[in-house]
């Protein structure tokens, strides 16, 4: 079974601070995302990358950076916090760059910037 | 307007019966098509993926309608264990993104 960790479930931080989001999947998947989640806009898609240190933007992807030193570990960076980053945040991971391929998601970082 | 939409319900359906809902994508290039289940303060899971003929997993039925570009999921025998959210998911070929709906929530009630 495919294994998406990210390692905090909750975070608070305060605005101004630089905030960092780990996620590590287990399956030497190709692809990994970066989404956030608010009520009623569903999923966005903030950043993903498709190899070692590749990344792309995603819909979303201002206030925000990524890195990706190894191909099992993806990093979310918020520069400089901000209440609007206030959100859901999900990890996710994807065998190929092929379309068909499902995506495995982490539990989530419920993530609070006051 | 969305690349994908959903009537977020929610849809509360007495065990047993059989809920039905849509969901349309605006990009007629959409290759690949998915229904999530998300529970209450947890991840998005893959509950199936959509085929052009339609397909049958269990208790639910997934169809697409390329012409008028909507996929729909059936329940049929509705449970208790049902009640989530379900997350219409679209893909066009060749290009990693996936777009979500904002999800339809059924409530199943004993």
């Known amino acids: 079974d495919v294994k998406v960790t990210q390692s905090s479930r909750y975070l608070v931080k305060r605005t101004g601070e630089k905030v960092f989001l780990e996620c590590v999947q287990d399956?030497?998947?190709?692809?990994m995302f970066w989404y956030r989640q608010d009520p009623g806009l569903g999923l966005r898609l903030i950043y993903f990358?498709?190899?070692?240190?590749?990344?792309e933007k995603g819909d979303i992807p201002e206030g925000y950076s990524v890195s990706r030193e190894k191909k099992e570990r993806f990093s979310l960076i918020l520069e400089s916090a901000s209440t609007n980053q206030t959100s859901m945040y999900l990890c996710?991971?994807?065998?190929?760059?092929?379309?068909?391929?499902?995506?495995?998601f982490g539990d989530g970082t419920r993530l609070s910037i006051l | 307007r969305k690349e994908v939409e959903q009537d977020p319900g929610p849809f509360n359906v007495p065990e047993g019966a059989t809920v039905a809902f849509n969901c349309t994508y605006s990009n007629s290039a959409s290759q690949s098509f998915f229904w999530y289940r998300q529970d209450c303060r947890k991840e998005p899971k893959l509950l199936m993926s959509?085929?052009?003929s339609g397909n049958e997993d269990g208790r639910f039925t997934a169809q697409l309608n390329r012409a008028s570009q909507y996929i729909s999921l059936l329940i049929r025998d509705s449970k208790l264990s049902d009640s989530a959210t379900y997350l219409c998911v679209v893909t066009v070929s060749n290009d990693y993104k996936l777009s979500f709906g904002a999800g339809t929530t059924v409530t199943v009630r004993a």
């Open positions: 990358s498709y190899d070692v240190k590749m990344k």
């Open positions: 399956m030497d998947h190709e692809n």
């Open positions: 959509v085929y052009s």
């Open positions: 996710a991971s994807s065998l190929t760059e092929y379309s068909n391929q499902p995506q495995h």
